[in-house]
C-alpha cells in the first residue's frame, strides 16, 4: 500500500518571502504520479501542481514549482513570492500509473501567509 | 466547462438519523470518486466507481454507508445510521484519464 506524509503541520510565510512545503512518500511502483493539491476555506480541492515519475525534469506553474527525488521519495513545492491568497491547507498525494487508481493523501500542510 | 456539482453544502443531523449527498461529475467522465475528510486530516477514499459499476469499496463501511450511481452519471451517498465519528466532508471527484482528479466543493456534515 502506498503511504504520504507531510512532516509539517502548519507553516507560515511573509508576503512576497519564498517558503517550501515537504512530502514523502512511500511506495513500491515505478509508474506514478505525485500532486500538490491546495484547499481553502471554501473546502474545494485545487490542483496545484502535478508531476509523473518518470519525467525528470521537475514541474513548475508560474509561481509553484517542486523538487521531486525520486529514489528519495521526496516531492517538495516550492512558492515564490508568496501571496495573500495562497493561505489555505496544502495536500500532497500520490496516484498509481496503472489503472484508474484514487488519490493517496497525505495528512496536509496548512500555510498561512503573513502580510 | 462546469465543474463537480454537490449538494448540500452543509447538513446537521442527530445521531441516528440517516442523510444522503448527490454528486454530479464533470460530464464525460467516467470515474467517479467518494471521499471521507476528517478534520485536521486528508481525504480517505470510500468508494471509486467506474461507470456505474464499483472499482473499490474496500474502505466503506457497509453497514451503514452506501453508495450508488445510476446510468453513469449522477451518485448519491447514503449514510443510515449516522454516527458522531461520521462528522466530516464529502468529497466527490470525477476524472475522464489516468493521473488527473477534480473535485467538488464537499459537503460538510454535522452529527449531533
Known amino acids: 500500500a502506498q503511504t504520504v506524509t507531510q512532516s509539517q503541520p502548519e507553516m507560515s510565510v511573509q508576503e512576497a518571502e519564498t517558503v517550501t512545503l515537504s512530502c514523502t512518500y512511500d511506495t513500491s511502483e515505478n509508474n506514478y504520479y505525485l500532486f500538490w493539491y491546495k484547499q481553502p476555506p471554501s473546502r474545494q480541492m485545487i490542483l496545484v501542481i502535478r508531476q509523473e515519475a518518470y519525467k525528470q525534469q521537475n514541474a513548475t506553474e508560474n509561481r509553484f514549482s517542486v523538487n521531486f527525488q525520486k529514489a528519495a521519495k521526496s516531492f517538495s513545492l516550492k512558492i515564490s513570492d508568496s501571496q495573500l491568497g495562497d493561505t489555505a491547507m496544502y495536500f500532497c498525494?500520490?496516484?498509481?500509473?496503472?489503472?484508474?487508481?484514487?488519490?493517496?493523501f497525505g495528512k496536509g500542510t496548512r500555510l498561512s501567509v503573513i502580510a | 466547462e462546469a465543474g463537480v456539482a454537490q449538494s448540500p453544502r452543509y447538513k446537521i443531523i442527530e445521531k441516528r438519523q440517516s442523510v444522503a449527498f448527490w454528486c454530479n461529475p464533470i460530464s464525460g467522465h467516467a470515474t467517479l470518486y467518494w471521499y471521507q475528510q476528517i478534520l485536521g486530516q486528508g481525504p480517505k477514499l470510500l468508494i471509486q466507481f467506474q461507470n456505474n459499476g464499483v472499482v473499490d469499496d474496500s474502505q466503506l463501511p457497509k453497514d451503514r454507508f452506501s453508495a450508488e450511481r445510476l446510468k453513469g452519471v449522477d451518485s448519491t451517498l447514503k449514510i443510515q445510521p449516522a454516527k458522531l465519528e461520521d462528522s466530516a466532508v464529502y468529497l466527490c471527484?470525477?476524472?475522464?484519464?489516468?493521473?488527473?482528479?477534480?473535485f467538488g466543493q464537499g459537503t460538510r456534515l454535522t452529527v449531533v
Open positions: 498525494a500520490f496516484m498509481k500509473h496503472s489503472g484508474n487508481t484514487p488519490l493517496v
Open positions: 471527484a470525477s476524472s475522464l484519464r489516468w493521473g488527473e482528479a477534480f
